[in-house]
């Protein structure tokens, strides 16, 4: 794959800002550094999560199924193995669970696909509910001396790994064939694309990225139990980010977490009772002023200064 000189000054530039966001921890320990770690892990899962929804327009609310396998992934492996091989332990047991809950769903389509996902995590959390209760045991503690800005650089290379996944999926012949499926499904089978095999592939991205992330924030709970690990809002606020800042570019759904990570920042301090509230809110918005996301809105903005000067 030959590079051009966009692609090198692009690939400069994300270096160039990762490398900054990787400086937080040592200007600050406290608010800003937690607050960071919110916003690295919604990036890493809101922007896997548009790979796989952004070309294939499958809404996938599973997010919180493979979060809550990673962090038990971590809890149940923490006393015998070393913290980095369970991370990558959590991504392959990510991907596979993945690729067997694509098999056999993603032949569905449209709100039957919406509907299997969400009921996903709260399948996978009422088994482990039920493990855990005939074992006698509740929840499991997850001690380690990583800390926050061990957590917080996990995170942030994960995000890194992600971006560049994502860049090289797109240049990729697997990103050609997914964009055919995104616009016309009928149209790519015929074409001669495994529309399935295609999808499935690609869908293990998110699973094992979600797992991943809840295996490196487990030590952060300290303490997980299924209610925590697989709770099904976290599935909600990644695809409100990734759709409040557009699904359709890989940079994209950042422009959804920042913002909407200090507005849930503002009202959990504020008025705690009413981020559901705010979610639901967050989703007309999009739904009804903001259909394209703020990457869709800079282009209609774009095509209109450009018409106007046209004229």
Known sequence: MSLTATDIRNLCLASLVFAICALLPLGDQGYWLGLGVTIAMFTALATSWALFSGPTHYISLATAAFFGVGTYVTGLG?????????????????????ALVGLATLRLSGVYFVIFTLGLAELVRQ?????????????????????????????????AAVFLTGWLIGRSRLGFALRIIGDD?????????????????LFMVPGAVAAMTG?????????????????????????????????????GPVLGVIPFTFLLEAV????????TLVIGVAFLVIVYLLPGGFVGLMGRINRHLNTREGT
């Open 78 to 98: 923490i006393d015998t193995l070393p913290f980095w091989s369970l991370v990558g332990l959590a991504g392959v047991i990510g991907a596979v669970l993945a």
């Open 127 to 159: 088994v482990i509910t039920w493990v855990q209760n005939n074992s006698g045991q509740k929840g499991l503690y997850v001690l380690t001396d990583l800390d926050e800005a061990g957590i917080y650089w996990w995170l942030l290379g994960l995000s």
């Open 185 to 201: 499904e009928t149209v790519a089978a015929h074409s001669g694309i495994n529309t399935a095999r295609a999808k499935v592939l």
């Open 215 to 251: 295996a490196i924030l487990a030590p952060r709970y300290v303490y997980i139990e299924p209610s925590l690990a697989f709770a099904p809002i976290l599935s909600f606020q990644v695809v409100i980010m990734a759709l409040l800042g557009g699904a359709s570019r890989l940079w």
């Open 268 to 275: 959990s301090s504020n008025f705690p009772n009413q981020t």
